[in-house]
Nanobody, 122 residues
Framework: VQLQASGGGLVQAGGSLTLSCVAS????????LGWFRQAPGKEREFLGS????????YYADFAKGRFTVSKDNAKNMVYLQMNNLQPEDTAAYYC????????????????WGQGTQVTVSS
């Protein structure tokens, strides 16, 4: 199984960015897919996830309103749209796959992508 994230980069504060992640070796409709991030010196934190069917969404409280997770089961992909980015959003962003859970707890995730860096300048 591989999760390949892309779309990271440098953006100015207030800007937007959309991350994409393609999953290979698994069937997206059988997994909850989601995103975590990790800033330097901080623990990895949950952002949001989307259920197997794509109908249920789960978000960290701080992510509600600015971050949107979606998936395309036909393409085996999950997306993270981020709006009004701030310097504190600077981190490595990881896509994840969880077979049994909602992908909200790092310890319960089955597969991790390699991460894509997002840097927000002030």
């Amino acid at each position: 199984v591989q999760l390949q994230a892309s779309g990271g980069g440098l953006v100015q504060a207030g800007g937007s960015l959309t991350l994409s992640c393609v999953a290979s070796g698994l069937v997206a409709s059988q997994y909850t897919l989601g995103w975590f991030r990790q800033a330097p010196g901080k623990e990895r934190e949950f952002l949001g996830s989307v259920s197997r069917s794509g109908l249920s969404l789960y978000y960290a409280d701080f992510a509600k309103g600015r971050f949107t997770v979606s998936k395309d089961n036909a393409k085996n992909m999950v997306y993270l749209q981020m709006n009004n980015l701030q310097p504190e959003d600077t981190a490595a962003y990881y896509c994840v796959a969880d077979y049994e859970g909602h992908a909200t707890v790092a310890g319960g995730v089955d597969y991790w992508g390699q991460g894509t860096q997002v840097t927000v300048s002030s």
